[in-house]
């Protein structure tokens, strides 16, 4: 596609309940990576994919957080038993990856998913 | 862990005039980033900066990069009423990247 696309936009969840937000990157995009926004804030990293290896994953805050890209595309991170302080704008980047040229490493951002828990 | 501090943090600036904004970062890093984020939308990349001394230019934006002193800054000349968003400098490390908290630029007619 022609920029990351994620989805959904929105997302109201109750306490306790599991939630999936989606991204699919710019084809042919390496590099996959996932933040997290709070109001007022900057990103923050949470977990990193090349092609379908998760190579970091020190960024999720807990157990609850889950992320996969089995197929080395679309990528799905998964928040079990939301919580009040999960509410946050989660947003997905992508990049051509690889050593060598800078441009290969500015990452694409999504518009983010909008998670409110109540 | 990498920390980013930029400053300020709200700018509320008249059109016409200069200003810079300040990235702070507490580690040696690989490359050094500036995005533009308007309400509601994604990050758009802006400048990378990758060498001590570089400097970018875009438009009325001027991004520069002292790895010595682990300081970037993004100077505005003679700001128009578009320039209003959320200015966001990133480091990297590997394959990291580490956000500052942002400035949130409001151009006044």
């Known amino acids: 596609g022609a920029g990351v696309s994620q989805s959904p936009r929105y997302k109201v969840a109750k306490r306790g309940q599991d939630v999936a937000l989606r991204c699919d990157p710019i084809s042919g995009h390496v590099s996959l990576f996932w933040y997290q926004q709070a109001l007022g804030q900057g990103p923050e990293f949470l977990t990193y994919?090349?092609?379908?290896?998760?190579?970091?994953k020190s960024g999720l805050p807990s157990d609850r957080f889950f992320a996969e890209r089995p197929e080395g595309s679309v990528s799905t991170l998964k928040i079990q038993r939301t919580q009040q302080e999960d509410s946050a704008v989660y947003l997905c980047a992508s990049s051509l990856g690889g050593q060598g040229r800078l441009l290969r490493n500015i990452q694409y951002f999504g518009a983010g998913t909008r998670l409110s828990v109540l | 862990e990498l920390k980013v501090e930029q400053n300020p943090l709200f700018l509320s600036m008249q059109e016409g005039k200069n200003y810079t904004i300040y990235c702070n970062y507490s580690?040696?890093?690989?490359?050094l980033y500036w995005y533009r984020q308007d309400p509601g939308k994604s990050l758009e990349s802006l400048f990378v900066?990758?060498?001590?001394?570089a400097v970018k230019q875009e438009g009325r934006l001027m991004a520069s990069l002292d790895t010595k002193a682990r300081l970037s800054t993004l100077h505005i000349t003679a700001a128009v009423h578009d320039l209003s968003a959320t200015y966001f400098c990133?480091?990297?490390?590997?394959?990291?990247?580490?956000f500052g908290t942002g400035t949130s630029l409001t151009v006044i007619p």
């Open positions: 900066l990758l060498s001590n001394g």
């Open positions: 994919f090349q092609n379908e290896a998760q190579l970091d």
């Open positions: 580690t040696t890093s690989d490359r």
């Open positions: 990133a480091v990297s490390t590997g394959n990291q990247f580490y």
